[in-house]
């Protein structure tokens, strides 16, 4: 992609060249992460002529009050922890996950629950605390319409929030939800389970080197816990990916825990295979071999033409306090599928898609 000019004394040595030299393309509106694989994306002058879009350059999540790209069909997509995004497309903002005020024990997000004030609609993976912690209190002041399966509803009517705003799904079946400018397919996923002997060990290890909490802190903690269930049904019938149809045909699967895939995702992506976009949670096995596997194991089903990992970040102590390598799991689905694009950015970085491109130009549906 071509670079920005930087500011300043390079600005100022610009204008002074300017009467000599042949006009400068102007910089792209952003650098789509597929740009090296769609010449398209730097063929079109009318694409690579317009100005820059702040929505693809500024941190600021449009939920708290940052820009929203301009053009409808650029997708803007942040991570904020854990498995918790902000999709913006079309005017409407989608959150993933709700789980913002994380306590003192994990690093921070440079936002607030209560900084976020737009949200049209919240999809719940499932209802673990790290998940869903924040998304009553969210849905409540922003009227979103939040998504999920029963044993997270349940939740959600106990903390206060309107019935009308609450839709619950099963993902058995081919169930679908309607918003204006995308759809919704909510499939039943099963929630990770890694191998305690070896869990156990570490996370013992590493706390045992990790600072202690306060009392005063503990009972933060627990505060927050309890805005989430512990319900064991999260396993296998509380857990829920979910295919995001947008209405010019780009397709994003998004799934907020690393369990195996189950024969309800194996049969959506057998009648409609391939999505442009895969959000996938790593499994939380402490192993990078075990890590890969587990996302081959997804990959292989959602065929994706690019790939975004998520729950990679940590907590300093508790429950598996480690991040979650990538780069050993990029290098194991590129070599499965070497036309698959990897990107991991830090925390409110923005990655934009021109969705429309990709589709008319680069729907390759991971070519393993």
Same mark, same amino acid.
Not at 98 to 117: E, I, Q
């Given at each position: 992609?071509?670079?920005? $000019? ?37 063929? @079109? ?28 069909? *650029?997708?803007?997509?942040?991570? *904020? ?58 849905? @409540? ?33 081919? %169930? ?26 570490? %996370? ?16 933060? %903690? ?17 857990? @829920? ?45 402490? $192993? ?10 997804? %990959? ?41 694009? *990897? ?26």
């Amino acid at each position: 992609m071509k670079a920005a $000019l930087a500011a300043g004394s390079a600005a100022a040595a610009f204008f002074a060249l300017s009467a000599a030299a042949p006009p400068l393309a102007q910089a792209d509106p952003f650098a789509d992460p597929r740009a090296d694989k769609i010449p398209a994306l730097e063929q @079109i002058g009318s694409f690579t002529n317009e100005p820059h879009d702040p929505a693809c350059s500024d941190r600021r999540l449009v939920s708290t009050g940052g820009p929203a790209p301009r053009d409808r069909h *650029t997708l803007a997509v942040r991570w *904020t922890g854990f498995s918790n995004f902000e999709l913006v497309y079309g005017g409407k903002i989608i959150l993933l996950d709700a789980f913002f005020d994380r306590g003192p024990d994990y690093p921070p997000l440079g936002f607030t629950a209560a900084d976020v004030k737009k949200a049209d609609v919240i999809l719940l993976g499932h209802g673990h605390f790290d998940h869903m912690a924040d998304a009553a209190s969210v849905g @409540i002041r922003t009227g979103a319409t939040i998504v999920g399966a029963p044993v997270t509803t349940d939740k959600l009517k106990t903390q206060g929030v309107p019935e009308k705003q609450i839709r619950t799904v099963f993902g058995r079946a081919q %169930e679908k939800l309607f918003f204006s400018g995308f759809n919704v397919q909510p499939v039943l996923g099963l929630h990770g389970q890694p191998d305690k002997h070896i869990t156990e060990v570490m %996370e013992n290890a590493i706390n045992s080197l990790a600072p202690k909490l306060t009392p005063e802190q503990q009972a933060e %903690e627990k505060t927050i816990q309890a805005r989430g269930t512990f319900d064991p049904r999260v396993i296998t019938e509380g857990t @829920i990916a979910y295919i995001i149809t947008f209405d010019d045909g780009f397709r994003v699967v998004y799934r907020d825990s690393g369990g195996h895939p189950t024969d309800y995702e194996k049969q959506a992506f057998a009648q409609s295979p391939g999505v442009d976009l895969a959000l996938v949670a790593l499994s939380a096995d402490f $192993l990078n071999p075990l890590v890969a596997a587990a996302a081959l194991e997804l %990959e292989k089903i959602y065929k994706p033409d690019v790939f975004m990992p998520a729950h990679h970040d940590a907590g300093f102590s508790g429950h598996t306090p480690l991040w979650r390598a990538t780069e050993p799991v990029f290098q194991a689905l590129k070599d499965a599928n070497p036309r698959l694009t *990897t990107v991991s950015r830090e925390y409110r970085e923005p990655v934009c898609f021109d969705t429309e491109v990709n589709v008319a130009h680069s729907r390759t549906r991971g070519g393993g």
